[in-house]
């Protein structure tokens, strides 16, 4: 069933649920307020739950899928949808899947998530939460007015963890106002407690027409130092790696339990998907669907999906590996044109020629310690990353950033991954 990941009707399903109970200062996804008690609001939600239900049907008829292999349901925050509403939402989504997925992941927010809701989406076939904590600090939780008491978040991670064993996923966000050496270390210790399969850790990532980037031109000293900031990321992958967990992606980390994967220097992703110990070992095949630049649905309010090698719409005569896609982000146009319209008439729609797809199966696959896949590289391109980009390898090599046995940085090569970037994107600027 694996192998079936790597054939072309098959598509990986994000959903994006774009309702939360308020709004975040750092963040810039598609997500608005919602007041879960007042009439409006509630039609409001099913009214779009609704709509995505008909999205997602739509795309599966579109492409013809006939097999999901992951499903991940974020936002924005599902759990803010009331029990009734996560109910029947999974009821009707079971009812268009064309099979059951290998690995479901709902994303949470701790704050909200209840013991009843976690049950329902558990008994609907779910089998992993994602919750992001960020932090248990107060003065910098309410810093940049993210939601959510301490002793509610702590009490909420025990329920999943009893819930769902091992297989939930920890969210924490380095860099924030008032972030210290000692307050990672604590962060990670509550967490690391809990023994999570999977853990991300993200250094905060100022965007622009957020709140909290306004806040900082107002106030430059919100925020700590930039190098500070980066001395407090590499001191949580560190501790991360010295409690057994894999750094497969920049910013994630797989517990690896009987510590194989830092060993095999040459795994790739082929392999990997194929391993049945890779679900065992806490990675999140969803995610790794996106790095290695295979196809997925998207569906709800902005969610965007990719078609790569499709039969429906690609043609690489014409230089045409396929389209990527994103859905109206405005939830009232969402549910008006999903209703009105057939797919992908409600979507802004971009074909991608050979080079874009090569510069986005580098950018993307380089983000993980596996590097792109060499066999699906060989497959779509008809050639190899070496006949690619061979100056870029050999100078990151020589730097000592870069592994001899495989085509990918080394953990410190990762810090420096713009630069590697930047360096393949120019030496592949005339390629045809
Ligand atoms: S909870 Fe998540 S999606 Fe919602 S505002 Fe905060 S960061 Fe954004």
């Not at 598509?11 to 598609?30: A, E, M, N, Q, V």
């Not at 739509?58 to 999901?68: A, C, P, S, T």
């Not at 992703?269 to 997925?296: P, T, V």
Request: charged letters at 20%.
């Amino acid at each position: 069933m694996l192998q079936n990941l790597l054939t072309n009707n098959t598509y990986s399903l994000y959903i994006h649920i774009p309702f939360c109970s308020s709004k975040c200062d750092y963040c810039d996804f598609y997500s608005i307020p919602m007041n879960i008690d007042s009439t409006n609001d509630k039609e409001t939600i099913n009214a779009c739950l609704n709509a995505i239900i008909l999205d997602i049907q739509k795309q599966i008829e579109y492409f013809d899928v006939n097999y999901i292999p992951t499903i991940y349901i974020g936002g924005g925050s599902p759990s803010i949808l009331s029990l009734k509403q996560i109910a029947s939402f999974l009821y009707d989504l079971l009812k268009i899947l064309p099979s059951r997925p290998i690995e479901w992941t709902i994303e949470i927010n701790p704050e909200s998530a209840t013991k009843d809701f976690l049950e329902i989406c558990k008994n609907y076939g779910v089998n992993r939460i994602s919750a992001g904590i960020q932090t248990f600090s107060k003065q910098s939780r309410d810093a940049v007015h993210r939601n959510g008491t301490i002793e509610n978040i702590y009490k909420n991670i025990e329920c999943i963890s009893k819930i769902y064993g091992r297989n939930f996923s920890l969210d924490v966000i380095t860099g924030l106002p008032f972030s210290t050496k000692e307050q990672i270390k604590s962060d990670l210790k509550i967490i690391l407690d809990f023994e999570p399969e999977h853990i991300s850790l993200y250094d905060l990532t100022i965007e622009e027409d957020t709140t909290l980037f306004f806040n900082i031109l107002k106030n430059k000293s919100l925020l700590p130092k930039k190098e500070y900031a980066e001395m407090l990321w590499i001191l949580g992958r560190d501790i991360l790696i010295s409690k057994g967990y894999f750094q497969y992606e920049v910013s994630n980390f797989a517990f690896d339990k009987n510590n194989v994967y830092n060993k095999l220097k040459n795994l790739n992703y082929s392999s990997l998907i194929k391993d049945k110990k890779a679900q065992k070992n806490g990675f999140c095949l969803h995610n790794m669907r996106y790095w290695f630049m295979e196809n997925w649905l998207g569906a709800g309010p902005s969610a965007g999906g990719a078609a790569l090698f499709s039969r429906t719409n690609t043609s690489t005569e014409n230089n045409n590996y396929g389209m990527i896609y994103n859905c109206v982000d405005n939830v009232f146009s969402y549910i008006k044109h999903v209703t009105n319209n057939t797919f992908p008439q409600y979507c802004v729609t971009e074909n991608i020629s050979k080079k874009n797809l090569i510069k986005e199966t580098i950018f993307m696959g380089f983000r993980t310690s596996f590097g792109p896949d060499a066999e699906l590289f060989q497959k779509r391109f008809s050639c190899s990353l070496q006949d690619i980009i061979p100056n870029t390898i050999n100078k990151w090599r020589e730097k000592k950033l870069f592994y001899t046995e495989k085509t990918a940085l080394t953990p410190q090569g990762l810090l420096f991954l713009n630069g590697f970037i930047r360096n393949a994107f120019e030496e592949i600027a005339n390629l045809e």
